[in-house]
């Protein structure tokens, strides 16, 4: 990933509250680099003594499969204390937070459970309905806005997160991001040097294109797919 200002803050402040031990929720559209953020600091940059454990939902993700991923990286500590290993504390890493569909009554059943987690620092075991207490473990999400198959987030749950908005990126840090991905890309396949100078005024016309494309091709009743994001 390509580091610009609004990265680097918003890297140094997930990895202040994820010391602290506070619950993490990145919201923000596609494309805005939330997830690579969360990854990146959470996944490398971090103390040793920091595990995480990467989760992404989708529409088919059931509250059983998030508690079978979950307890299985868990160490039993005695008896009805779980959590990782001693002197370690586990970072629950989830991506498309709100992607899971909802069941007959409207609740999203692998939410639900996260927030049963927040809320008596545990869960009941599937198998022997023993409680299962989770210490040492602190929840990190990413979502986008509601809409696109995402669903609302109930109040109920986000009041245990200390929440951060991450905005669309701005033209100017766009042609930063690709400029460098095209010079490293012209350097590391030996272009000529007449071919070279051409990589800014490429990705300059690529993201007119892409800004022409937002505001020309919009979705349409009969064409609701026309949705346009940074990764397209």
């Known amino acids: ?21 506070n619950n993490i929720l990145c919201v923000g559209a596609t494309g805005t680099g939330k997830s690579v953020v969360v990854n990146q600091q959470l996944g490398k940059d971090m103390p040793d003594r920091f595990l995480p454990k990467f989760m992404a939902f989708s529409a088919s993700t059931s509250a059983n499969m998030t508690q079978d991923q979950i307890d299985v990286v868990m160490d039993k500590r005695r008896k009805g204390i779980f959590g990782p290993p001693l002197g370690k504390k586990m970072l629950i890493i989830v991506d498309d937070l709100n992607m899971p569909a909802k069941e ?22 599937i ?10 473990t602190q929840l990190i999400c990413a979502m986008g806005p509601p809409g696109g198959g995402r669903s609302e987030i109930t109040p109920r749950f986000m009041r245990h997160f200390s929440t951060l908005c991450v905005t ?12 460098s991905i095209m010079q490293w890309h012209m350097k590391a396949n030996k272009f000529e040097d007449s071919i070279s100078r051409l990589g800014e005024p490429v ?5 007119d294109t892409y800004r022409t494309a937002m505001r020309e091709l919009r979705p349409t009743p009969t064409k609701s797919h026309y949705t346009f994001n940074l990764r397209d």
Do not use: N
């Open 1 to 21: 990933a390509v580091p610009t200002l609004d990265t680097v803050r918003m890297s140094y402040v997930i990895q202040i509250l994820a010391l602290e031990m």
């Open 104 to 125: 007959e009554y409207g609740a999203q059943p692998p939410i639900e459970l996260l927030r049963q987690f927040c809320c008596d620092s545990g869960w009941y075991d």
């Open 127 to 136: 198998h022997d309905k023993t409680f299962r207490s989770i210490v040492d």
């Open 168 to 179: 669309q990126f701005h033209d100017d840090t766009l042609l930063t991001i690709f400029k």
């Open 203 to 207: 990705v300059s016309a690529t993201l």
